[in-house]
């Protein structure tokens, strides 16, 4: 593609936030534009985790863009179908032209003078945009934990955003850090062929049941038929996730029907000191609500040991922990005996002042590292304003989307824009017709540039901090949807459809408009 300077905007990431940016550019006429992304292929998240028994935690009719239903083959609908739909997306309205792959963006410098943005490419190369769309996301930098030792370990390892589908797990001795969205789904998956898994957790999360199934023929033709049907089936999810919400930012009282659920799905687990390691030490929604039919029973498993002491160090040949006790079934019967290092037993052995538990193979779902939006790419706003000293106490943005200081600048799922109960891409609807809508603003007279006034921007911020001290959010977990000091950088506050009404349209009033060569 021949280059072309300055471009109108720059959307970076090709994930759905980037993807739904560029379609609606394209159905706005606006064709000026170029979609950045480090990888080869589009997808985000989508496309960078590859882990066995991924699948989305949302159900597909609310887990796509309004505009554009899909035939989904099932209620939750695993990785591939979603990745699918992405590409089908670019496919349809032709974006490939303005898809620019292997080109992850180093820094963003904002040029007062020529009211552009200068960005520079992790190859070194440049280029310039009057406006950038950032569609980074929040959940694409993997962390791993700072554990002693942990490149000791001799073994293959992994986090679980990375997969290694080049080592078989069959019959190893597989150790998984963490218990969180992603571990909820690998873990029954590596069980059924692993010679035995142990399963560190540092807290219980609370597991809801999915009420998952195939979409049969006639439930398809049903669609196809009546739309009506899917839109109702779409509306009814997003009340079901508001009313989850009611429970989150109202009063934790309202979570009695969802904590009934849990603890009719708990029951499976029969043990009564197992069962004691499967339960939150925290109000429900605290930490990320899980959903998966598969959790508990996995943890039955008779080769799944579930280890709650804290993990003191790693050694080349496995795990060492606190005191050495774990809850769990035994030795790996019926899988036969792990390979590698002798039989799959489930306790390991003492050694020092801790316990050894021996590992093959050891995978980290460890999560990501969520506070630090934009990272690794380096913003710099109006008189060379830096955005990460600027948000050194926490990020912030008004309404999630803009910051006073960095002009012509905007996110996708930016600071406190995350859900706890609902789809993120009714979020990025409504966040990329406000983006839009700033863009149209800027239509006039020569160059020129938009930027929050300030003012607002820190009611905005004083708003979201009094709405968030009555979420459970700060009830004194921690999590990542907070910062170390307990504030909430990542989690909108109050119920989604009030967000949906906020950014129904952009609001000129809150920003300045400078054109160039106007005092």
């Excluded at 999560?367 to 990460?388: E, H, I, N, Y």
């Amino acid at each position: 593609m021949p280059e072309r300077s300055p471009y109108r905007v720059a959307i970076v990431g090709a994930g759905f936030g980037g993807i739904g940016m560029a379609l609606a550019l394209e159905r706005a006429g606006i064709q000026d534009y170029l979609v950045l992304d480090r990888a080869a292929e589009l997808g985000g998240t989508w496309r960078d985790n590859t882990y066995p028994g991924l699948a989305c935690d949302v159900p597909s009719n609310l887990y796509s863009f309004s505009f554009r239903p899909a035939r989904w083959s099932r209620r939750f609908p695993p990785r591939e179908e979603i990745l699918g739909y992405l590409r089908a997306l670019a496919e349809e309205r032709g974006l490939g032209p303005r898809l620019r792959f292997g080109s992850g963006v180093a820094a963003a410098e904002f040029d007062e003078r020529h009211a552009h943005w200068n960005l520079t490419l992790e190859d070194g190369s440049t280029l310039q945009a009057a406006a950038v769309v950032s569609a980074v996301g929040q959940l694409n930098r993997p962390a791993l934990p700072d554990i002693a030792g942990r490149d000791d370990f001799t073994g293959p390892s992994w986090h679980s955003a990375r997969w290694n589908h080049d080592v078989d797990l069959t019959g190893r001795r597989v150790a998984v850090v963490g218990t969180g969205a992603s571990a909820i789904q690998f873990v029954p998956e590596v069980a059924k062929t692993a010679g035995h898994v142990d399963v560190y957790q540092r807290s219980a999360p609370y597991v809801l049941p999915k009420s998952d199934h195939p979409y049969g023929p006639a439930q398809q033709a049903m669609f196809d038929r009546f739309p009506v049907a899917r839109k109702a089936d779409r509306l009814r999810i997003f009340l079901y996730g508001e009313l989850l919400t009611s429970g989150f930012v109202l009063s934790p009282k309202l979570l009695a029907a969802p904590m009934a659920m849990w603890r009719r799905q708990l029951r499976v687990i029969t043990d009564p000191e197992l069962r004691a390691k499967c339960i939150p030490g925290y109000v429900m929604g605290c930490k990320r609500v899980l959903f998966s039919n598969d959790w508990y029973p996995a943890l039955n498993r008779p080769n799944v040991d579930l280890v709650t002491d804290p993990i003191e160090r790693i050694v080349p040949g496995g795990v060492v922990t606190g005191n050495g006790s774990a809850t769990g079934n035994g030795s790996a019967t019926g899988n036969g005996s792990a390979t590698g290092n002798g039989s799959a037993t489930g306790k390991g052995s003492a050694t020092g002042n801790g316990s050894t538990r021996p590992a093959d193979v050891i995978v980290y779902g460890t999560g990501f590292q969520t506070l630090d939006f934009l990272a690794p790419m380096s913003v710099t706003g109006l008189g060379g304003r830096r955005l990460d000293e600027t948000w050194r106490d926490g990020a912030e943005a008004y309404l999630g989307i803009t910051v006073s200081g960095f002009p012509n600048f905007f996110m996708l799922y930016g600071p406190n824009t995350n859900l706890g109960g609902n789809s993120i891409i009714y979020m990025l609807e409504g966040q990329i017709r406000y983006v839009l809508g700033a863009l149209q603003a800027l239509d006039g007279e020569g160059p020129g540039w938009v930027d929050v006034r300030p003012e607002v921007q820190r009611a905005f911020t004083t708003w979201v901090a009094a709405a968030s001290h009555t979420s459970v959010w700060e009830t004194g977990c921690h999590s990542w949807y907070t910062t170390a000091s307990g504030r909430n950088t990542n989690n909108w506050p109050v119920h989604t459809f009030i967000y949906r009404h906020r950014v129904r349209r952009f609001d000129p009033a809150s920003y300045e408009l400078t054109r160039l060569g106007t005092p």
